[in-house]
């Protein structure tokens, strides 16, 4: 069981021209620089099958070991996304009064957030992110994962940018702790809840904050003669 080696097959990899490479970079780099984080929903639905395929993005990250220990909960239902505005809410409430270190608050403040999260109604998908502690093999024997947060993460963010590509916005919404969410949408203890990935549309006129990003100087560093 699981220690035969995979066979294997010629890679399908396509070569580009250096100047095709060029105009790749800078034309994914412009696509992914536009979009923002976004807190103000349209409640306009979405086709599901774009959310489906985004997804089929998502699962094509890497893993440890291959495991792909990730499952994506889509919620559309309306009763399901005001129980989670609730257990998000009162989470948050008690984060925003009184676990919050001023600190944490003080960074928080630019952006303007609080207890409040309509979003979670008003939105027309929540995606409940899970990562995956154990799998099961096809006998159903228990199978250990391995950087699970690194390849749920990787995970959301191909989501993240397959959303946004398809031009849909999003939100990482990170009540804590999560652990309502399990209960809520009905996943096993072997489970981690990871984040809820708000989405939809924009509301029409919505407004985000006004911040830049770090410079390539700032955040890359070279070592090296070319
Ligand atoms: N989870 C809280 C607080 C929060 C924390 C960070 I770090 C943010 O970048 C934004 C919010 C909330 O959702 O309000």
């Known amino acids: 069981m699981g220690n035969d080696k995979i066979k294997t097959q010629p890679l399908a990899f396509n070569l580009q021209a250096q100047g095709e490479m060029q105009e790749s970079a800078s034309n994914f780099y412009n696509m992914v620089r536009s979009r923002r ?6 409640n306009k639905p979405v086709p ?15 893993s440890g070991a291959n495991h792909q220990p990730w499952h994506f909960v889509v919620i559309s239902d309306p009763e399901l996304k005001h129980k989670i505005r609730e257990g998000a809410e009162e989470e948050e409430r008690e984060f925003y009064e ?8 003080d960074a928080l403040a630019p952006l303007g957030t ?7 109604e008003i939105a027309p998908y929540l995606i409940v992110i899970f990562g995956e502690k154990f799998s099961f093999d096809t006998e159903g024997n228990k199978l250990k994962n ?15 940018t397959a959303l946004h590509n398809a031009g849909l916005a999003s939100l990482t919404h990170t009540p804590a702790p999560m652990k309502f969410l399990s209960e809520l949408v009905g996943r096993p ?12 549309y924009p509301a029409e006129n919505a407004e985000v ?7 390539l100087e700032e955040i890359a560093s070279f070592r090296g003669d070319d």
């Open 146 to 160: 391995y950087y699970v947060s690194e390849s749920v993460g990787i995970a959301t963010g191909i989501l993240i």
């Open 98 to 105: 009184s676990r919050a270190p001023q600190d944490w608050l």
């Open 189 to 200: 203890a072997t489970e981690k809840p990871y984040m809820i990935l708000v989405t939809g």
């Open 48 to 62: 599901k099958e774009i959310i489906e395929n985004c997804l089929r993005a998502a699962g094509t990250a890497p």
């Open 114 to 120: 609080d207890a409040n999260k309509p979003f979670l």
């Open 37 to 42: 984080t976004v807190r103000d929903f349209s």
């Open 209 to 215: 904050p006004a911040i830049t990003r770090k410079s």
